[in-house]
């Protein structure tokens, strides 16, 4: 049983930086990859960075690149999500999913079959 439980959201300025943890209750973290998606206000849910089971590929939706950094400690079976330079258009509610079929990493949401419950991340201007 997969058990994704995000945390670690909050209000920051902008410029600030924030930190999402997430953690499987699960025993099988390691074999699946791990996904941030993120949905604000009236938009569609998009994706933010994804990683593999064993943390050696990641991607990143283009606007993220150089500011997010994902990773992961399969020992803790936890995912982070570390978030710098953050701007008032990142405010959104953060979700992070596991891919328990492929291998690589996937960009769209329908590939992940596990979700957490999100944590919401506010940035003021």
């Known amino acids: 049983q997969v058990r994704l439980v995000e945390s670690g959201g909050g209000l920051v300025q902008a410029g600030g930086s924030l930190r999402l943890s997430c953690v499987d209750s699960g025993r099988t973290f390691s074999g699946y990859a791990v996904g941030w998606f993120r949905q604000a206000p009236g938009k569609e849910r998009a994706f933010v960075a994804g990683?593999?089971?064993?943390?050696?590929?990641?991607k990143y939706a283009d606007s993220m690149k150089g500011r997010f950094t994902i990773s992961r400690d399969n020992a803790k079976n936890t995912a982070y999500l570390q978030m710098n330079s953050l701007k008032p258009e990142d405010t959104a509610v953060y979700f992070c999913?596991?891919?328990?079929?492929?291998?690589?990493?996937?960009?769209?949401?329908?590939?992940?079959?596990?979700w957490g419950q999100g944590t919401q991340v506010t940035v003021s201007s």
């Open positions: 990683i593999s089971r064993n943390g050696g590929t990641t």
């Open positions: 999913a596991a891919d328990a079929r492929r291998s690589g990493v996937e960009d769209v949401g329908v590939a992940y079959d596990y």
